[in-house]
């Protein structure tokens, strides 16, 4: 089985930083983009910041200049770096990945992360 595992949310100040990271794990073939999306409550989920297997990135206009996604050489492991947060950034932040576990096209799959809460406030 595949499957992304999320870690690094919290509570935090406005103004301050945090990390999120998501690791994908089990049978891979290729990753076809990892990133996260967020979903405060009453709202609907909404793109954050995700980066393909090529590297190009793409950003939420809420986040762009302070959020950045990177990934480890693996290329199994993403991570968003939170930079002058605002409350406004509070929200249950998913992981979510494009994937093929083989080299089959019907091996295609969409996965989502369990979600962790990220929280701003004084």
């Known amino acids: 089985q595949v499957q992304l595992e999320e870690s690094g949310g919290g509570l935090v100040q406005p103004g301050g930083s945090l990390t999120l990271s998501c690791r994908a794990s089990g049978t891979i073939f290729v990753i076809i983009n990892m990133g996260w999306y967020r979903q405060a409550p009453g709202t609907q989920r909404e793109l954050v910041a995700t980066?393909?297997?090529?590297?190009?990135?793409n950003y939420g206009d809420s986040v762009k200049g302070r959020f950045t996604i990177s990934r480890d050489n693996n290329g199994n492991t993403v991570n968003l770096q939170m930079n002058n947060m605002e409350p406004e950034d509070t929200a249950v932040y998913y992981c979510?990945?494009?994937?093929?576990?083989?080299?089959?096209?019907?091996?295609?799959?969409?996965?989502w992360g369990q979600g962790t809460q990220v929280t701003v406030s004084a």
């Open positions: 979510q990945s494009y994937l093929y576990q083989t080299w089959r096209s019907d091996d295609f799959l969409e996965l």
């Open positions: 980066i393909y297997q090529n590297g190009d990135t």
